[in-house]
Antibody
C-alpha cells in the first residue's frame, strides 16, 4: 500500500524558517514527481510546489523565492524548506503522490499533514 | 492562473437524494479536472480524475461529467458517510488550482 508521512511541523516566529519532510513507502519513489499542498485553518486547498523525478521544480507565486522543494531518492524522502515565513503561511502542509502519467496529474496519495503555525 | 469556482457553497440534502455539485473554470481545462472529498479532520481523498474516471475503491454512486469550463460531480443517492467538503481541481496548466469547495450536509 502507498504511504506518505509528513514531519517537521511546529510553531515558528514570523521571518523564521522550517523544514518539512515527507517519507514515502510502497511505491517506487524516484519514478514519481511529488507535490506539496497546504490548507490554512478553515480554508480550502492550495497547491504549493512540485518536483519532477528529474529534479525540475515549480512553485506557486506566493512562495517562490522563499520555499525550496527538494528530494533525496536514496531516502525516499521529499522536503520543503521554508524561510521568511509569514502568518499567511500558517496551514496544514500535505505531501502528495500523483497518479501515474505525465505531470501534472491529480494526487492519489495524501499524507495526514503537518501543521505549521507562524506566530509571535 | 485558472480560477476555479464551485457552487453552491453548502448543500443540505436528505439521505437517498441525488446531489449535483458544480465546478466552473475561468478558461478551458479540457478534461483535466479532478474531484476530491475531504471529511472533517482528514486529508483529501481523490474521487475522480480526467473529469469522469473514478479512483480505485470509489463507489459507483459518484460520477463526473463535463468538458472545457463546466463540470459536475453527481452523487446518485446520498449516504450519511458522504458528508464532507468536495473540491474540484484543474491540472491542465500550472499553477494547479482548486475551487473553494462545496460542503455537503445531511438534512
Amino acid at each position: 500500500q502507498f504511504h506518505v508521512v509528513e514531519s517537521g511541523g511546529g510553531v515558528v516566529q514570523p521571518g523564521g524558517s522550517l523544514r518539512l519532510s515527507c517519507f514515502s513507502s510502497g511505491f517506487v519513489f524516484h519514478t514519481f514527481g511529488m507535490y506539496w499542498a497546504r490548507q490554512a485553518p478553515g480554508k480550502g486547498l492550495e497547491w504549493v510546489a512540485f518536483v519532477e523525478n528529474d529534479g525540475s521544480k515549480k512553485y506557486i507565486d506566493s512562495v517562490r523565492g522563499r520555499f525550496t522543494i527538494s528530494r533525496d531518492n536514496s531516502k525516499n524522502t521529499l522536503y520543503l524548506d521554508m524561510s521568511n515565513l509569514t502568518p499567511e503561511d500558517t496551514a496544514v502542509y500535505y505531501c502528495g503522490k500523483p497518479q501515474v502519467g505525465f505531470a501534472p496529474r491529480p494526487l492519489d496519495v495524501w499524507g495526514q499533514g503537518a501543521l505549521v503555525t507562524v506566530s509571535s | 492562473e485558472i480560477v476555479i469556482m464551485q457552487s453552491p457553497g453548502t448543500l443540505s440534502v436528505s439521505p437517498g437524494e441525488r446531489v449535483a455539485l458544480s465546478c466552473r473554470a475561468s478558461q478551458s481545462v479540457g478534461s483535466d479536472l479532478a474531484w476530491y472529498q475531504q471529511k472533517s479532520g482528514q486529508p483529501p481523498r481523490l474521487l475522480i480524475s480526467d473529469t469522469s474516471t473514478r479512483a480505485t475503491g470509489i463507489p459507483a454512486r459518484f460520477s463526473g461529467s463535463g468538458f472545457g469550463t463546466e463540470f459536475t460531480l453527481t452523487i446518485s443517492s446520498l449516504q450519511s458517510e458522504d458528508v464532507a467538503i468536495y473540491y474540484c481541481q484543474q491540472y491542465n496548466m500550472w499553477p494547479l488550482t482548486f475551487g473553494g469547495g462545496t460542503r455537503v450536509e445531511i438534512k
